[in-house]
Every structure is written in structure tokens, then in C-alpha cells.
């Protein structure tokens, strides 16, 4: 028996583009940006939307060069936020076994999950197990509502056996005691909303070995992390990566950055997940073992 625990941190870095502006102050108030124009309002608000307008303001417009980019006009210096990022690791011991699966209504044995609760459906626990993400919308006797079920490119399929329901919740991945005749997994989920032209990137490094003292687990490197060997590795839910091998092959975390999701347009609630991965052989050494990851989400620019 392996005791392992990972502990996962971090790191959120906001990219935003700057403005030259004429600022306009007195001693308690301040313009930081103003236009001309012939009317409009600052803003315009209803149930579900927010309009934010000027009419006849002259030149609102982008122009480039090779290194810079000047945006004009009021509405350019908009200061808001415009990355907002959740990240959520997966709670062992808060589950509820499911038994089937209706587009996003999931019925399961039980009912301890509340509207906008961050979680992920799992199915075959397991080295082969298929996961999708998604934020609880609705709750009834034995049924759970989402808003989607994002997947790593192969939708769950709930027969009733080794078929889960987790929270997403907290920043602490415990991957607990392994056998030589199991691989042990465990998730953390991205919610990210970026207002942003050319979308996000989060990427992943470790600030050092899952070790214990002088005795560490192997990373991958072959792939694949599988039963009987020490192997340690992980795997991203979005398929569409270039700059690394995340979304086609369990991977080593090393310490440097390395891209685990990429969207290259402005999107909003868009989930994905990561998978890790642990295995070991006859030969390791029973112990606990730790390490912090770190994420670094950086906007497209």
C-alpha cells in the first residue's frame, strides 16, 4: 500500500493591454476617459443584460502597428474584469453513485448537491474511466440538473456500475492509498470565463518531484500510466493542444510551463478538466508522498 497526496496551488496571471488617456481630476472626483458625442447613456440595464452605449462619439476605433495597439474612444477604456477563473479539485469522499443519464438530468442516490455546485460525472472509476464537467442548475428527489457535460472528447455512459457523481471543490488533490493492481485518478476542474478577442491559456508546472524525502514516483514517459508501474502523469480534457502532449497522452508534469488548455476565441463558462494519474510497482517505496502544482492562466494577446 501507497499512501499519495498531492497538493495543488495556483497562480492566476491577468494580461491586460494598456491606454494612454487624458485624465481629466479635481480633488475628489476623476474622468479617466471622456469622449464627445451627441448623447447616450453610461448604462443601460434590464433583467438578464447590460448595455453600455455612447451615440455619435467620434473615431471609437483600434489602430495597430507591429508592437502596439492605440484603442480609441470611450468605451476603449472600459476598465472590467475580463478573465475570471475557477479552479476545483475533485472530493473523494463526497459522492453519490448514479445510475442513469438523460441529456444533462442525472439521477443518482443522492440529493447533497445545490445549485451552482461545480462537479463531474465519472464513469468506470478507474484507469479506463470516462469524466465530464459541468454546474448543477437544478435539484429534485434523486435527480441532478447541469448546464452542460463537457467531456474530453467521449461522452460518459452510465450503466449504474463503478458510475459517480463528484464535487469539484477545494484545492487539495488526495489521491489516496495505492495498490499494485490499480491506478488511482483524480481531477480538477476549470471554469473560466475570458472576455478576451483571441481567448485564454492556462498552463501547468510542479515546483518540484511527487517525492518523500529521497524517494520520489517516476514521472511517464511512455504515455501511458499503467498498472504495475511506477508512473505518474496527467491528462487534459481539451483535445485541441499544440505546444504539448496533454490532450493525447498521460504526461509528465515538469517544471516548466506547459500548455493543458487553450481557447483562441472570447468565451464564456467554458469548463475543462485535468486528469492525474498514479500508479506503482513491487519495487516502490511505501511512503507518503506530495508535491504542489501551479496554474497560470494568461489571456491571448
Known sequence: MRNLCILVTFVGLFLF????????????????????????????????????????????AASTSTSYRLEDGYRAGLAED?????????IGANRA?????????????????SAGDFVVLIQDLGATQVAAVGRVTETAENRVTLDEL???????????FDDYLYHLSGL??????????????????????ADIENGYTIYLSETG???????????????????????????SSDTTLVNSTFDTADTAI????????????????????LTLKAAVASDSVNAIYTHTIKFIISGNF
Not at 82 to 90: N, V
Not at 218 to 235: F, H, L, S
Open 254 to 273: 515538469t517544471q516548466d510551463n506547459q500548455e493543458v488548455v487553450t481557447e483562441t476565441a472570447r468565451i464564456f463558462d467554458s469548463k475543462h478538466y
Open 172 to 193: 487539495t488533490a488526495a489521491l489516496g492509498s495505492l495498490e499494485l493492481t490499480s491506478i488511482k485518478t483524480h481531477i480538477i476542474g476549470f471554469d473560466v470565463t
Open 97 to 113: 453513485s448514479v445510475s442513469s443519464i438523460d441529456g444533462t438530468n442525472i439521477t443518482c442516490a443522492s440529493t447533497n448537491f
Open 17 to 60: 493591454s494598456g491606454f494612454v488617456n487624458a485624465e481629466m481630476s479635481s480633488t475628489n472626483y476623476s474622468i479617466n476617459w471622456d469622449s464627445i458625442n451627441t448623447g447616450g447613456i453610461d448604462t443601460a440595464t434590464s433583467t438578464s443584460y447590460e448595455l453600455s452605449d455612447t451615440v455619435g462619439e467620434i473615431h471609437s
Open 82 to 90: 475580463i478573465i475570471s477563473f475557477d479552479i476545483q479539485s475533485q
Open 209 to 235: 518531484s511527487f517525492r518523500n524525502g529521497s524517494y520520489d514516483i517516476d514521472d511517464v514517459a511512455d504515455g501511458a500510466v499503467t498498472i504495475g508501474n511506477e508512473e505518474y502523469g496527467a491528462r
Open 150 to 160: 463537457s467531456d474530453g472528447g467521449t461522452a460518459p455512459v452510465i450503466d449504474g
